[in-house]
C-alpha cells in the first residue's frame, strides 16, 4: 500500500498522560499537514511542514502540541498532559507542492480517547 | 477565507442523480472550488474541482455558474456505497501552504 499510513489507528489514555502519533507519508510527497476532526464536524487545520521544516501552525495547536519531521519524511505529532478535550480523530494528509489541483491524499486518522 | 454554506444532510435513493449546492458569496478571483468526500472512520479524498463553467471526471460533475458565487457536486446515479460526507471547499490552490479549510459538509445517504 502506497498511501498515507498513521500508527496507531486508536489510542485510549487517562488524561495527564502523553502520546504519541506517527504518520508516513506518500514517499515522493514533500507536504505533510495534520488536522483534526471532532465528531460532526470537518477537520480542522493544525500544522503543515514543508520538507523538515514546519512552516505553519495553527492557534489551536497548544503549547501541549508539538509535531516534528526530522527528516522531511514520517512525521509525528506529540500531546502532551492529555486533557478530555483532546478527544478526537488526529488526520495526516501528505502533497507535492504546485501540483496543479493541491489535492491532498489523507491517511486513516488516528483516533483518541481521553479518558 | 470565503465562507462555504452547504446542506447538513440529504437523501437519496439508488441510482438517481444527486446535486449538492455549496454557497460562497465571498469567492475571490483566485480561489478554487473543490470537493472532497469522506466514509465513517476514514480520511477525506478528493473528488474534484474547478474554477468556472463545467469540469467532468469519473466520478462527478462540478458546475459553476458564471458569478462562481455558488457551485453544485452532481453525482449521476448514486448507489449505497456513495453514502458519506462530501465538503465544499474554497481557497487558493497557489497560496503558501494551501491548508485546507473544511465546513461541516453534507451528509448523504444513500436508500436501496
Known amino acids: 500500500d502506497t498511501g498515507v499510513s498513521q500508527d496507531p489507528r486508536h489510542k485510549i489514555t487517562k488524561r495527564g498522560q502523553n502520546v504519541t502519533f506517527r504518520c508516513d507519508p506518500i514517499?515522493?510527497?514533500?507536504?505533510l499537514y495534520w488536522y483534526r476532526q471532532t465528531l460532526g464536524q470537518g477537520p480542522e487545520f493544525l500544522t503543515y511542514?514543508?520538507?523538515?521544516?514546519?512552516?505553519?501552525k495553527s492557534r489551536l495547536l497548544s503549547d501541549r502540541f508539538s509535531a516534528e519531521r526530522p527528516k522531511g519524511s514520517f512525521s509525528t505529532l506529540e500531546i502532551q498532559r492529555t486533557e478530555q478535550g483532546d478527544s478526537a480523530m488526529y488526520l495526516c494528509?501528505?502533497?507535492?507542492?504546485?501540483?496543479?489541483?493541491?489535492?491532498?491524499?489523507f491517511g486513516p486518522g488516528t483516533r483518541l480517547t481521553v479518558l | 477565507l470565503a465562507k462555504t454554506t452547504q446542506p447538513i444532510s440529504m437523501d437519496s435513493y439508488e441510482g438517481q442523480e444527486v446535486n449538492i449546492t455549496c454557497s460562497h458569496n465571498?469567492?475571490?478571483?483566485?480561489?478554487?472550488i473543490t470537493w472532497y468526500q469522506q466514509f465513517p472512520s476514514q480520511g477525506p479524498r478528493f473528488i474534484i474541482q474547478?474554477?468556472?463553467t463545467k469540469v467532468t471526471n469519473e466520478v462527478a460533475s462540478l458546475f459553476i455558474p458564471a458569478d462562481r458565487k455558488s457551485s453544485t457536486l452532481s453525482l449521476p446515479r448514486v448507489s449505497l456505497s456513495d453514502t458519506a460526507v462530501y465538503y465544499c471547499?474554497?481557497?487558493?490552490?497557489?497560496?503558501?501552504?494551501?491548508?485546507?479549510?473544511f465546513g461541516g459538509g453534507t451528509r448523504l445517504m444513500v436508500k436501496p
Open positions: 494528509a501528505s502533497s507535492l507542492a504546485w501540483n496543479s489541483y493541491n489535492e491532498q491524499f
Open positions: 514517499s515522493e510527497h514533500n507536504r
Open positions: 511542514f514543508q520538507n523538515e521544516a514546519q512552516l505553519e
Open positions: 465571498n469567492i475571490a478571483t483566485n480561489d478554487y
Open positions: 474547478g474554477y468556472k
Open positions: 471547499l474554497v481557497g487558493d490552490i497557489d497560496n503558501a501552504g494551501n491548508m485546507l479549510t
